[in-house]
């Protein structure tokens, strides 16, 4: 469980953490809340995770080889559980 921002309590599961956007908020369980991950943090993830696509698509295809695709996908995952982890949570106004 996460902490929330505007209750200090444990009560933001990781996958509510995951799937939260500013459009989608995640709700606290404790104090009902709405909070979501830094748009920042998400938004440079989003534009870094298309141009690292783009890129081991090219070596891909370059390559004629899945490797660089399967390497994307292990890195895009362990990106991933790295922001649910350590990205911060800001209340939604
Ligand atoms: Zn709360």
Do not use: D
């Not at 953490?17 to 908020?25: A, Y």
């Not at 090219?58 to 362990?78: E, H, R």
């Amino acid at each position: 469980m996460h902490i929330c921002p505007v209750c200090n309590q444990a009560g933001i599961s990781s996958w509510v953490k995951f799937r939260s956007s500013t459009f989608m908020p995640a709700i606290c369980e404790k104090c009902g809340a709405r909070v979501y991950i830094n748009s920042k943090i998400n938004g440079l993830f989003a534009v870094a995770t298309n141009i690292g696509l783009l890129f081991s698509a090219w070596i891909a295809f370059t390559q004629w080889s899945w490797l660089p695709l399967i390497i994307f996908v292990v890195v895009w995952i362990v990106l991933e559980l790295m922001i649910v982890k350590f990205a911060p949570l800001v209340p939604k106004k």
